[in-house]
Nanobody
Framework: VQLVESGGGLVQPGGSLRLSCAAS????????MGWARQVPGKGLEWVSG???????YYTDSVKGRFAISRDDAKNTVYLQMNHLKPEDTAVYYC????????????WGQGTQVTVSS
């Protein structure tokens, strides 16, 4: 299993970013994909998930601002982040285990998102 996140960066409050996660080593279309984030000194937090049927879920703090999508032909999951806030600053990770425990051996390197003026 390989998960490669990209698209992070430094953005001002109110700005937007689009994260991508390219996956390989498993049957992507069979799995509910999730985006999680981690602030230094804190644990991982699930942010958004998308099932194989396209059903989407968001934690309350990002509802209405973030949009998750997937392209099964490209084995890629995306996270469009709009109206970013300083509290969105974190390292973002994807994994084929939306809503499950964070005990997982195949986390990628993550992508840093920093929201600051």
């Amino acid at each position: 299993v390989q998960l490669v996140e990209s698209g992070g960066g430094l953005v001002q409050p109110g700005g937007s970013l689009r994260l991508s996660c390219a996956a390989s080593g498993f049957t992507f279309s069979n799995y509910a994909m999730g985006w999680a984030r981690q602030v230094p000194g804190k644990g991982l937090e699930w942010v958004s998930g998308i099932y194989s049927d396209g059903s989407t879920y968001y934690t309350d703090s990002v509802k209405g601002r973030f949009a998750i999508s997937r392209d099964d032909a490209k084995n890629t999951v995306y996270l469009q982040m709009n109206h970013l806030k300083p509290e969105d600053t974190a390292v973002y990770y994807c994994a084929p285990r939306w809503g499950l425990s964070f005990e997982y051996d195949y986390w990628g390197q993550g992508t840093q998102v920093t929201v600051s003026s």
